[in-house]
Structure formats: C-alpha cells, structure tokens
C-alpha cells in the first residue's frame, strides 16, 4: 500500500523559509520514487525533485535547484523539502507523490536513481500542503 501525507506549509514573506514534510509508509518510502511537486494558480504542476532511499535525491527544476534541497529521516520514513529565499513566485499547493521504481542508472555506474518527476508517471499522491510567499 502506498500512503503519502505532506504537512509544513503556511504563509511566509519574501525571504523566509519553510521545510515541508512528506511521511510515508515504509514501502513506499524504500522502494518507490518519490517526487515533490507544486502547482501555482493557473499554471502546470511542476515536478521539482525526486528521492530514492538508497540512490539519493536530486532537485532538477531550475527555477529552485540553488534554493531547495532534500534532506531525509529514514527512521520516520520522512522526506523534507527545506526551502529557503522564498519569494512570490513560490506561492503554490506542494505534493509529494509516489511513482515508478527505481531504475539503474549506467551514467552513474549502475546506482539506481529517480528521473525527473513528472505528473504522468506518478500514481500516488498526497492530498498536498499550500504555501503561500508575500511581497
């Protein structure tokens, strides 16, 4: 079973910071993809990382890459996503989700890793935390 619950979300002014939460069951959380994403008013959902327990994390949207990162807590089956330098343009609802397994990764040796997120290839998703950046 896949069970996916985010929390941390809230207002913040431009500047600040938040860690959002993703709590997973443990399955989930060692043997699937997990992948953060958020979805501003009117716009795409956006995939902006994706989590492997044993092959790391890797935060591919440009738009972010230099603001947020990954960090985890394998003994909770916990995920976070700390952001910092928050600004307007983050405003949006943020989910986690759980996708596709893991694949090898010949680049890298054979490590498995997590492509790029993107909404078609997850099937599972949280019920999503809103954050909202003021000017």
């Known amino acids: 079973q896949v069970q996916l619950a985010e929390s941390g979300g809230g207002s913040v002014q431009s500047g600040g910071s938040l860690r959002l939460s993703c709590a997973a069951s443990?399955?989930?959380?060692?043997?699937?993809?997990i992948g953060w994403f958020r979805q501003a008013p009117e716009k795409e959902r956006e995939g902006l990382a994706s989590?492997?327990?044993?092959?790391?994390?890797?935060v591919y949207a440009d738009s972010v890459v230099d603001r947020f990162t990954i960090s985890q807590d394998n003994a909770k089956n916990t995920l976070y996503l700390q952001m910092v330098s928050l600004a307007p343009e983050d405003t949006a609802m943020y989910y986690c989700?759980?996708?596709?397994?893991?694949?090898?990764?010949?680049?890298?040796?054979?490590?498995?890793?997590?492509?790029?997120?993107?909404?078609?290839?997850?099937?599972?998703w949280g019920q999503g935390t809103q954050v909202t950046v003021s000017s």
């Open positions: 989700a759980a996708g596709p397994r893991p694949e090898r990764d010949w680049r890298y040796g054979g490590r498995y890793r997590c492509n790029a997120p993107t909404v078609s290839a997850y099937n599972y």
């Open positions: 989590f492997y327990t044993a092959g790391g994390t890797t």
């Open positions: 443990r399955d989930t959380y060692s043997n699937y993809c």
